[in-house]
């Protein structure tokens, strides 16, 4: 008899712990879920900031005069996942390679001449709890630099 009301007060106690423990599980998966999840938003923003600075590199659009806006709709492609934030696409474009100031904003360049595809995202955390502790908003940047291709003789 005494054997039985060990083996009933081991339950309880094992009960008691799983119960105590439990919150601290869940919150760590919860962790795990939005860290997983930010960290996925920032390797999608520095894919298509290195996709648009590839693709303006190249001069496609340059004739028509439409190159700005298909360096933009070609960065967008990369961002379609990512709608639980503001996204800002910005090209900037230097006239030499060593990118001294700011550079030239909403301009992809010419031939020879150095540009750079921007791409920053505002991050809203969504899990519960977790959400709670981080800012409402965390800006995620992704930065990219490509020298343009000469598609037409470097200087004109």
């Known amino acids: 008899m005494k054997q039985r009301s060990n083996i009933a007060r081991r339950r309880g106690v094992t009960t008691i712990e799983f119960a105590l423990i439990i919150p601290f599980i869940f919150v760590l998966v919860l962790g795990m879920v939005e860290f997983g999840s930010i960290f996925y938003s920032w390797l999608s923003i520095q894919k298509a ?7 303006a590199a190249t001069g496609v ?3 028509e005069g439409n190159r700005l806006s298909q360096i933009v709709a070609e ?11 503001a996204k800002e696409i910005t090209v900037s474009s230097w006239p030499t390679a060593s ?10 360049g010419g031939p020879c001449e150095l540009v ?3 791409v920053i995202y ?7 709890l ?4 981080f800012p409402e908003v965390i800006n995620l940047e992704g930065h990219e630099r490509k020298l343009n291709e000469p598609w037409k003789p470097c200087g004109e």
């Open 49 to 55: 900031a290195q996709v648009g600075a590839r693709f």
């Open 99 to 108: 990118a001294t100031g700011d550079g030239v904003e909403n301009d992809p």
């Open 130 to 133: 977790v959400g709670d502790v």
């Open 116 to 118: 750079q595809v921007s």
């Open 75 to 85: 960065t967008e492609k990369w961002l379609t996942a990512l709608d639980n934030g």
């Open 122 to 128: 505002h991050y809203h955390p969504f899990t519960p």
């Open 61 to 63: 659009g340059d004739e």
